[in-house]
């Protein structure tokens, strides 16, 4: 569901909206889709709806719980995707980061930084910041206005801290008295722990053998 950076602009991991984060290939088969190539972004919010819409579900029904569309029309040829959204409000921000992409142009908007405008097809790496350019003046405002119309990003920010705050009490009373962690505890049986009659020596030697010589 994302990519990594891996150094470009002094970055590493992800947390941000630039391409070699945001930008990772979906691939759907299924039946009556001719097997294409379609470079139209696309999110994995869609992912939910298509499979829906798969399935023979009624979709309006599905949207008060999702925000992404039925890929079918955009797989088949018969239309298209609106713009993508993108949210993030997590480690390494300190205000909701927003994103909306809209054909070749990307603009990304957080309280806390000026506005950043990118056109994808002259500009793939992103170098650019077109949001202060007067030639691109009603590209910035048209998709402003429909960022705006999506995201109300002071109510953003105080959901997000109400949030996290009431995580803090639960984590706060929880590690008060007898502490059990919430992580996964797989089942460990003792009697498979170690070689003993359960299990064929060359299978054991073999399932342990890295690499798999297949």
């Known amino acids: 569901d994302h990519g990594d950076m891996l150094g470009e602009r002094g970055l590493w991991f992800k947390m941000n909206f630039f391409e070699g984060s945001a930008r990772v290939p979906l691939m759907v088969a299924a039946p009556g889709w001719t097997p294409a190539r379609i470079d139209a972004p696309v999110s994995t919010l ?3 709806p298509t499979l829906a819409g798969l399935a023979g579900l009624d979709i309006a029904s599905l949207a008060r719980w999702t925000d992404g569309e039925d890929l079918a029309g955009l ?32 603009l990304t908007l957080c309280e806390a930084d000026p506005p950043m405008l990118h056109d994808l097809e002259n500009d793939p790496d992103e170098r650019t910041n077109l949001a202060a350019d007067p030639a691109h003046a009603g590209t910035l405002a048209h998709m402003t206005s429909l960022a705006r119309a999506r995201w109300d990003l002071a109510s953003f920010d105080a959901a997000v801290r109400e949030s996290q705050a009431r995580r803090w009490v639960v984590y706060e009373a929880l590690r008060n008295g007898a502490y059990f962690p919430w992580d996964y505890q797989p089942l460990q049986r003792a009697s498979e722990r170690y070689m003993r009659n359960h299990m064929d020596l060359n299978v054991l030697e073999e399932n342990q053998r890295f690499p798999r010589g297949e």
Do not use: Q
Not at 75 to 96: C, F, H, K, L, N
């Open 75 to 106: 797989a088949t040829g018969r239309g298209g995707r609106g713009p993508v959204p993108m949210e993030y409000a997590a480690e390494g921000s300190i205000a909701p980061l927003v994103c909306l992409r809209d054909g070749r142009f990307k």
């Open 46 to 48: 869609d992912v939910v």
